[in-house]
């Protein structure tokens, strides 16, 4: 006899997931314990099966119990018993129910799906059985729970698939609902009626898809017999309506029917319970919204007079179907979702709210609908209420992939299932999964899971839950690029990170262009034509874009401006010819393809100039280049250089650009600082002068038959003046020049003169001049004395003499900046220092008065008319004239006494006047931020392009943009306007008080 | 849509509301309305009802002035002063941009700002006004209803009518009342109302403006909240009992000091003392408000009815600032009163004003200064100037100057309305300041 250990009755019960003192009670009245002895082994096994040993011992011992012949026979048959014991074990309120009433558990003891006639006869009934309204319901909920459990029981067994069931959920509905309606309408009416009343099933109903728990939705329609009255049957349309209401709606002791929602009528709340079709075409010709169209996608006629259903639903076909798809529907759309998903609730539960939650099933539906929003008007066959169904048929027309619809199903089907086990725990509408790890492990358990080796069942559950969810929110976004991708193969080839479809899969061009437009681009026609050229064909560059650009187009999404940017990144592509390199490297480093993305979307002023260099395409692919700036003397070195090969004009041209190219692309990639672009713009435009003025001479050295330049009998130098001098150029600024030159020991003075001026004249337009190349710079030589009028170039002493005599005050001032930026350097700094003396007079002379008038005048005078001060961001109250005006006349009252202050940038001269204590801390801080928001508003509407790089933009939408480039989030443009007024308010309040000395109060 | 719109959508139909006002305010505290059906009502609620802005006052900022209305249902009131059967209800309402922000000029939106601001530090702000205000014959002349014979009934007998009326109207929109009496001046009356969290108040204090007007016009009689509408008679102040609460505890209280403040306490009356003249523009904002608030400094006999000197006092009739002298029984009505305001003011800036000036107290730990006694008006200028006491502003055009040089002030107002709080005034105290007044004509035409 082999003598086995008899485990403890204890642990016996605790291995049976059952604790051993309150359940022996309920054990014994199940007849599974007598005493301490097991004598009904195979019961208990099978209640430690359930999801809740302790819910099923609780289910089967009222059952004994209460209905003690019942429960013989339960115990009887095994799979009877499996079933009582499963929809015990899931959920309370059922096991309930089981347990005390005969109907119920006799509801589970065959494998027969629910008989609707059955049902609906039964409902009938119970509203004939008695006057009292609560009765009614009492009995009507009777009837429908017993089927929930059911439908419950075949789904806890694995007999029902998650789509038998909800189709069966939905048909139970609609069964309740026609005997319901039959009831009342008989008792309400005495057996002649004056209305067709017809029920149409919306959302999950309408969809076949419902819930365990649901809101079941509906409208309803009525049309007079023939013969009857309008007014008399939309009475009694309404009686019976209201009635069918409150009794489907109430709660009683034995529960509640269902909650049924007949809000999406027209006019919601306030709108009639029911109205005839044509009252309804007149409603949705006139104010419906987006949202009751939409929801009209899933209606169904599911109860009541049919045939009445299905005209009303062939009404709404031309409006759920119109011609033209607005593309504001689809924007409606998705703004809609973010809506919701962006309510607090939603936020705080995360991927635990299985419907509303980030992979969840809202997102599955939402992508079938927006897909079928979009097709769905030309091909019929996706017309379909049900979300599977749906889905099945985008894949049967090649709207979808396979392998990504079959994802996409899964998922869904794994998410409602979750769902449904937590509505029947306790019969509520939820959706989301308790944070309790014990409930979450009876929820794992429900679902089939169990303990293994490694791991509890909650925790493959949720790893199962973690991966479905990834997996569908990575799909849902790309479901709308990859038929796009495909659209133009011939012969679908295994690129690389795409999935193939089975068979080809070609959209038509409408459905396309709809896609792009639920993207976000303003022009589907346009974007459509872009993504074709860029992906058509079989070469290897093809395929390498079809894999780049999902990236680039979820980029472009977010940019500000994607249609330029889908047509700046295909032109871009169409320069690289044959050339794989640049996609390919977009390819392998997503953050590459990323950037790409947002500088074109953000700026067209950077696609152009990508666009027209190809070659500068490489800077994307060395990320030193964009981290480290270029000094002067290496661009200079550059510029020099191309000058021994190329024309000088052209050589130029294509050299700035490059690099203007390169600072641009430096700065959108947030590698620069606002006076790290400045710095490099003038060093730029310092190595142009100096390529320019290197290669005149050079030029008429070998014209003259010289050695070389400095056998010319004249020298030159370039001073910058302005923002030049001062290094702080912007995207749109002239270079300011003056040029002075030196005849040689032994030359003739003329000719030295008018070598000078030819060369001046030369160096200008080589670098202004526009060709087929565009120009280089814009110099400006006007600052230089008596203006337009007078020679390009002067020697010292000719300077120093206008100066002394003839110079008005601001002439002097505007000294302040003079700088050597090319040319004979040491003739440069003669001439600065020269310049030094006048623009710092010393004592005795008064700056101040003419200064404030000149500039009083320019506030009043240069404005132009149609612009308001406030949006004028140099020249407006608190612009960047203020700023400038303001430390030059502190450097020109301190700058003799104080040589630090002799500086020709306005920022180096702040700083160096704050550490001199010249000006207050906050005055200086004021200014300088003031100064560094207005300078990168200026920069950034350049790079949008905008017309008027000086004029802040009025219109809204131009803001936003504005905004949303200077790194202000999403409709925050108000955050940016409040910004700026405080800096003007700053900035002004110094300048009037430090500059204008205007006392307060 | 959530449970508090569910119920206004309920009792609309139930009710059978036919017209829903949706109220708002505009810059300087007039009270503004753009009516709706009920069957617009659930639009209002989930996307805003639109309306052009360049037509009120301070809104319009960009060319586009397109604004949404979207009204807070928990402010829903059938009005009672129209029939029943076809009611009208009202609510407060938010304004929005049409990308769905909060349109920063809105002043109920300056004020939740605040309101949000005191909550991060864990405060609730609570409010008890006193209203003031005068009934006379009609709009056009000062005549009380005092002198005249008006009617069969006595004067007085109007008048405490006019009062129940206008009560027994507030009470059934929900604004409950404290005390009323007539005041001072002859025709002067006061209606207190029971203490409500700021915003509430403020919305309150709208309604209340509103009713009083109402139930005079019905009653062929004119009410007016003028600052100062009789020389030589008290004005029309608007006192407010402030407090601030810790959930349920109020955090003014400390029983162990003399005057029962907490440090709290003290930090707030800092606050408010240290940027009371910053902020005397926007809770006296009219050119009238400051002569109410004068003293007779210089003749033989100094007088003053209104607070002048930012000061604070235990008794205090003169000061900024009173604290009750006596003892609460409970720590709960512990409150300070500030006394300069009017009752014309936009009570939604108001309250942000001073709220924000008595948080920054708090949170920056002002110290507070020693109380000034009784006697303020007799003190020499020497005298005040050694107790510290500075002078409330005297006239809009320096309020106006005070208000634009301080940060705070922008801070809390935020700058589109700050700039166009400003430029409004300046242009109201341009005009009066070019106006030649009766007291010159008669002072000057015989004399020069």
């Known amino acids: 006899m082999a003598s086995r250990r008899v485990p403890s009755l204890a642990v016996h019960l605790a291995r049976s997931g059952l604790d051993p003192d309150a359940a022996r009670g309920l054990l014994a009245d199940a007849g599974v314990l007598d005493g301490e002895q097991v004598i009904d082994p195979d019961l208990l096994d099978r209640l430690s099966e359930a999801a809740s040993p302790w819910d099923a011992l609780t289910c089967v011992a009222g059952l004994a119990t209460h209905l003690p012949q019942r429960f013989r026979e339960v115990r009887d048959d095994p799979d009877w018993l499996a079933r009582v014991i499963a929809v015990g074990g899931a959920s309370r309120p059922l096991g309930d129910l089981l347990g005390r009433y005969e109907d119920a558990v006799e509801a589970v003891r065959t494998l027969d799906s629910v008989d609707v006639e059955v049902v609906a006869d039964a409902v009938e009934r119970a509203v004939a059985a008695s006057g009292d309204l609560e009765e009614q319901a009492a009995g009507i909920a009777a009837v429908r729970r017993r089927a929930t459990a059911d439908i419950a029981a075949r789904d806890l067994t694995g007999v029902a698939r998650f789509d038998e069931v909800a189709g069966e959920l939905s048909r139970l509905a609609s069964a309740v609902l026609s005997g319901a309606l039959r009831g009342v309408h008989a008792w309400a009416t005495d057996g002649a009626p004056q209305a067709r009343i017809g029920v149409i099933g919306m959302g999950k109903l309408g969809g076949e898809e419902l819930n365990y728990v649901s809101d079941v939705d509906v409208i309803f329609v009525h049309e007079p017999v023939d013969g009857a009255g309008d007014q008399a049957a939309a009475k009694e349309a309404n009686r019976v309506l209201s009635r069918l209401l409150e009794l489907m709606n109430r709660s009683t002791t034995m529960g509640r029917a269902y909650e049924v929602d007949p809000t999406l009528r027209p006019e919601g709340r306030s709108g009639a319970l029911s109205r005839r079709p044509g009252a309804f075409v007149a409603y949705w010709e006139r104010w419906a919204k987006t949202w009751e169209f939409q929801a009209l996608l899933k209606a169904r006629p599911v109860a009541g007079d049919l045939e009445l259903g299905a005209e009303l639903l062939a009404a709404a076909e031309p409006f759920v179907w119109p011609e033209h798809l607005d593309p504001d529907v689809v924007a409606e759309v998705r703004g809609m979702k973010s809506r919701i998903e962006a309510k607090p609730e939603v936020r705080r539960e995360g991927a635990r709210q299985v419907k509303l939650g980030p992979g969840g099933i809202r997102d599955i539906e939402f992508t079938v609908q927006l897909l079928q929003l979009v097709h769905g008007r030309g091909d019929h066959s996706l017309r379909q209420t049900g979300t599977l169904p749906t889905l099945g048929a985008l894949v049967n027309n090649g709207y979808v992939d396979d392998d990504d619809a079959a994802v996409f199903a899964d998922a869904y089907r794994m998410l409602r299932t979750v769902e449904h086990r937590l509505q029947l725990s306790h019969e509520r509408r939820t959706h989301t999964i308790p944070d309790d790890p014990d409930r979450q492990e009876w929820l794992a358990r429900s679902l089939g899971y169990r303990a293994e080796a490694d791991s509890s069942a909650r925790e493959r559950f949720l790893a199962e839950l973690g991966r479905v969810q990834g997996r569908v929110t990575e799909l849902h976004a790309k479901l709308f690029y990859r038929p796009l991708l495909e659209a133009y193969a011939s012969v679908p080839a295994a690129a690389s990170g795409v999935s193939v479809p089975g068979q080809v899969t070609a959209i038509g061009d409408d459905a396309a262009m709809e896609r792009l437009r639920a993207l976000g681009f303003r022009d589907g026609a346009a974007a459509l034509r872009d993504v074709r050229a860029v992906t058509a064909g079989v070469s290897r560059r093809a395929r390498t874009v079809r894999a780049v650009l999902p990236a680039v187009l979820q980029v472009l999404q977010d940019a500000p401006d994607p249609d330029t940017g889908l047509r700046s990144f295909r032109e871009l592509v169409e320069t690289q010819g044959d050339k794989a390199e640049l996609l390919a490297y977009l390819r392998d480093h997503p953050g590459a393809a990323d950037l790409v993305g947002r500088v074109l979307g953000t700026s067209r002023v950077a696609g152009e100039l990508l666009i027209r260099q190809p070659e500068g395409v490489d800077w994307l692919r060395d990320e030193r280049l964009l981290v480290a700036p270029r000094t002067r003397d290496e661009l200079v070195r550059r510029a020099v250089g191309r000058l021994h090969w190329q024309d000088t004009t052209d050589a130029l041209r294509r050299f700035k650009r490059l690099e203007l190219l390169r600072i641009v692309l430096r700065d959108l990639a947030g590698g620069a600082t606002l006076g790290g672009v400045g710095e490099e713009l003038t060093a730029l435009g310092e190595a142009c002068l100096t390529a320019a003025l290197r290669a005149e001479l050079s030029a008429r050295a070998q014209a003259s038959g010289l050695a070389g330049p400095d056998d010319l009998p004249v020298s030159m130098a370039v001073i910058g003046m302005g923002k030049l001098g001062g290094r702080e150029l912007d995207y749109c600024s002239d270079l300011d020049v003056l040029f002075v030159h030196e005849a040689a020991p032994d030359a003739e003075e003329s000719q030295a003169t008018s070598l000078a001026l030819e060369i001046a004249a030369n160096v200008m337009r080589s670098l202004s001049m526009i060709t087929a190349e565009g120009s280089a710079f814009d110099v400006d030589a006007d600052l230089r004395p008596e203006g337009r009028s007078g020679p390009l170039s002067r020697t010292l002493g000719s300077y120093q003499a206008y100066w002394e005599r003839w110079a008005e005050p601001w002439e002097h001032q505007a000294l302040l900046r003079a700088r050597p930026v090319a040319g004979d350097h040491d003739l440069g700094g003669r001439l600065v220092a020269v310049a030094e003396q006048f623009a710092y007079p010393g004592h005795g002379r008064d700056v101040a008065a003419p200064m404030r008038r000149m500039k009083a005048r320019l506030e009043k005078e240069r404005i132009p008319r149609r612009v308001a001060p406030e949006q004028h961001i140099k020249l407006g109250p608190g612009g960047l004239s203020d700023v400038e005006w303001t430390v030059q006349l502190l450097q020109q009252i301190h700058g003799p006494t104080h040589i630090g202050l002799r500086t020709a940038g306005t920022m180096p001269a702040l700083d160096a006047l704050q550490d001199e204590d010249l000006i207050g801390h906050q005055d200086a801080t004021w200014l300088r931020d003031g100064y560094h928001f207005l300078s990168e508003v200026r920069n950034r509407l350049y790079l949008l392009r905008h017309r008027d790089v000086d004029v802040l933009p009025s219109a809204r939408a131009e803001l936003e943009v504005l905004a949303r480039s200077m790194g202000y989030g999403r409709g925050r443009w108000q955050e940016f306007d409040e910004d700026r007024q405080r800096h003007a308010r700053h900035v002004r309040q110094v300048c009037e008080r430090v500059f204008y000395g205007i006392r307060p109060g | ?448």
């Open chain 2, 1 to 448: 849509m959530d449970k508090q719109q569910e119920y206004v959508l309920r009792t609309v139909e139930e009710r059978d509301v036919r017209f829903i006002r949706l109220w708002f305010t505009d810059v300087l505290g007039f009270l503004k309305s753009v009516a709706i059906t009920a069957a617009e009502l659930e639009n209002a609620f989930t996307e805003g009802i639109g309306f052009d802005g360049s037509s009120i006052d301070g809104f319009a900022r960009v060319q586009e002035a397109d604004m949404l209305v979207v009204p807070d249902a928990s402010t829903f009131q059938i009005l009672p002063w129209r029939p029943e059967e076809q009611g009208v209800a009202r609510m407060f309402c938010d304004i929005l941009t049409p990308d769905g922000q909060p349109f920063a000029a809105d002043p109920r939106f300056v004020l939740k700002r605040t309101l949000a601001r005191a909550a991060d530090l864990g405060f609730t702000f609570y409010i008890h006004p006193e209203m003031e205000f005068f009934l006379f014959e009609d709009a056009d002349n000062t005549t009380p209803l005092d002198n005249g014979s008006y009617f069969d009934m006595t004067p007085l007998d109007i008048q405490q009518d006019f009062r129940r009326q206008s009560i027994t109207t507030l009470e059934r929109m929900g604004i409950p009342v404290e005390f009323s009496h007539h005041e001072v001046a002859p025709s002067q009356h006061e209606i207190d109302l029971r203490f409500a969290d700021a915003l509430t108040m403020a919305d309150n204090i709208m309604t209340f403006r509103l009713v009083v007007k109402e139930t005079a016009l019905q009653r062929g009689i004119y009410a007016t909240f003028m600052p100062k509408p009789l020389e030589g008679e008290w004005g029309n102040a608007m006192h407010l009992h402030l407090s601030l609460f810790e959930g349920d505890t109020n955090a003014f209280y400390d029983p162990s000091d003399e005057h029962h403040l907490s440090v709290t306490a003290k930090r707030f009356i800092a606050g408010l003392l240290r940027h009371a003249r910053e902020f005397t523009a926007v809770t006296n904002q009219w050119v009238n408000s400051y002569k109410r608030l004068t003293a007779r400094l210089h003749g033989p006999l100094p007088t003053g009815e209104a607070p002048v000197f930012v000061s604070w006092g235990a008794s205090n009739r003169s000061a900024l600032i009173r604290v009750p002298g006596y003892k609460p029984r409970k720590g709960a009505s512990t409150r300070i009163e500030y006394r300069a305001p009017d009752p014309v003011c936009n009570p939604y800036l108001a309250f942000a004003v001073m709220l924000s000036a008595g948080l920054k107290g708090i949170e920056e730990e002002y110290d507070l200064p020693e109380q000034s006694g009784d006697n303020t008006f007799e003190m020499t200028a020497a005298e005040r100037a050694a107790d510290g006491l500075h002078r409330l502003p005297t006239s809009l055009g320096e309020a106006i100057g005070l208000m634009e040089s301080s940060e705070f002030m922008a801070e809390t107002l935020g700058e589109h309305l700050f700039a166009y709080f400003l430029a409004n005034k300046r242009q109201e105290w341009d005009e009066y300041s070019a106006h030649v007044t009766k007291f010159e004509l008669d002072r000057y035409l015989r004399l020069l």
